[in-house]
């Protein structure tokens, strides 16, 4: 069965600094995709970053990174340079490559408080 | 990235009324549309999976007769939450992809049945 879990409920980072959400999976399926999204109070999902299980290279957009360690199942997002607006809920899912990623299993979030 | 439109984003109605969300893909062709409930303070679960013209496919423990889902365009899903009860109230979120890309989430709707 797949499993996502978030660990940290709730994190706090002061603006300009990098922080690290960690998130860890299991899976049976050879080949997945990881994902993150973000969750401002208004409610949508924001996609930010994808990694797919066969890339040797950790994923990267702007300010968002993917630490891939396949070995330990976990695909922490980090955020470099936090601004204020990046305070919102962060989910990590994963989708079965298998099924086109169709069906996105997401963990229970980590709300981020990003502090001036 | 692509736009998702879900309309509306707040719903209130009585007990008892069907209530009636859309789903848009604004400027691309969505194949499969998926449905998503979140309750508060908690992680979004499928609710069901639809593909163009096609039977939507529901996962378990989602009760198909009070979820109704149909998605008849390639830019168009609705879901209609009949005879909907207070334990219906959530926050219920689309979103869509075609065949190339990752899905991309509406906005959500707040549905409060009083």
């Known amino acids: 069965a797949q499993k996502i879990t978030q660990t940290q409920p709730g994190m706090f980072v002061q603006e300009k600094e990098a922080v690290t959400l960690d998130c860890t999976y299991d899976?049976?399926?050879?080949?997945?995709?990881l994902f993150w999204y973000k969750q401002p109070s208004s409610g949508e999902m924001i996609f930010l970053i994808y990694q797919g299980s066969y890339d040797e290279q950790n994923a990267t957009e702007g300010r968002y990174s993917l630490n891939f360690q396949k070995a330990r199942k976990s695909a922490n997002l980090v955020i470099s340079a936090s601004q204020l607006g990046d305070s919102a809920m962060y989910f990590c899912?994963?989708?079965?490559?298998?099924?086109?990623?169709?069906?996105?299993?997401f963990g229970a979030g980590t709300r981020l408080a990003v502090h001036p | 990235g692509a736009v998702v439109s879900q309309h509306p984003s707040r719903v209130i109605c009585k007990s008892g009324t069907s209530v009636k969300i859309e789903c848009r893909s604004l400027?691309?062709?969505?194949?499969?549309m998926f449905w998503y409930r979140q309750f508060p303070k908690q992680s979004l679960m499928l609710m069901a999976t639809s593909n163009e013209g096609s039977k939507a496919t529901y996962e378990q423990g989602v009760e198909k007769d009070k979820f109704l889902i149909n998605h008849a365009s390639l830019t168009l899903s609705t879901l209609t939450v009949t005879s909907a009860h207070p334990e219906d109230s959530s926050f219920y979120i689309c979103?869509?992809?075609?065949?190339?890309?990752?899905?991309?989430f509406g906005q959500g709707t707040r549905l409060t049945v009083v």
């Open positions: 979103s869509a992809r075609d065949r190339y890309t990752e899905a991309f």
């Open positions: 899976t049976s399926d050879q080949s997945y995709g």
């Open positions: 899912a994963m989708g079965a490559r298998a099924g086109g990623y169709n069906k996105l299993i």
């Open positions: 400027d691309f062709q969505a194949t499969t």
